[in-house]
């Protein structure tokens, strides 16, 4: 296990259905992420908080939004998803700063029907 | 525009070969690097992190080099063994962005006993 938690991680849901994905960390990192895995294709940032503001945002869906309550929770709201979101969601966390490690959990699998 | 390659996609050997994995950037400007190691469904787990200034580190039986200059690096896994086989992905961090990590499409490597 890593300091990164992520629930749930497997998620069924319908193109009309609202749910939404939590990320944990306990590291004391100030800065998270959600990235998309697609198959055959690189990670994808999505967001980006640092101390609880977002400071990137990649062109994503309005369908997917972001909330980070405080430094330590993460999570993306989920609305009218399209079959080809169904992807690999992957949480991050760093410390605040240019060169330092990013840590990842373990993903949520996501399967839009 | 930051574009990141790993060569070979896939990659099979005998149990107790050494063996590398290859990692290239287009744009010199970075931060660091970081390889990871992913295994079928799961998230990433961080194995090294090199920053710019250095030129390798190394973690048991794995060696990660960087060459800035011509937007490379490797990562040697000696004596592998099966519990090595998973998808290797490297990733950096350009300057001009405190948090972006690109990443290439990763090499998924098979040890066999």
């Known amino acids: 296990e890593t300091g990164v938690t992520q629930t749930p991680r497997h998620l069924v849901m319908g193109m009309t259905n609202k749910k939404s994905l939590k990320c944990e960390q306990h590291l004391g990192h100030n800065a998270m992420y959600w990235y998309k895995q697609s198959a055959k294709k690189p990670l994808e940032l999505m967001f980006v908080y640092s101390l609880e503001e977002r400071v990137e945002n990649n062109s994503v869906p309005s369908r997917f939004s972001p909330e980070c309550p405080n430094s330590s929770h993460l999570f993306l709201h989920l609305h009218t998803l399209q079959p080809e979101d169904s992807a690999l969601y992957l949480c991050a966390s760093s410390p605040s700063g240019r060169a330092t490690e990013a840590f990842f959990g373990q993903g949520t699998r996501l399967t839009v029907v | ?113």
């Open chain 2, 1 to 113: 525009k930051q574009e990141v390659t790993q060569i070979p996609a896939a990659l099979s050997v005998p149990e107790g070969e050494n063996l590398v994995l290859n990692c290239s950037f287009t744009d010199s400007a970075i931060y660091n690097l970081q390889w990871f190691r992913q295994d079928p469904g799961k998230g990433l787990t961080s194995l090294l992190l090199i920053q710019s200034s250095q030129r390798e580190q190394t973690s048991g039986r794995l060696n990660a080099s960087l060459d800035k200059s011509s937007g490379r690096s490797t990562l040697y896994i000696a004596a592998s063994q099966p519990g090595d086989s998973a998808t290797y992905l490297c990733a950096v961090r350009p300057t001009g962005s405190n948090y972006k990590l690109t990443f290439g499409k990763g090499t998924l490597l098979t040890v066999n006993p």
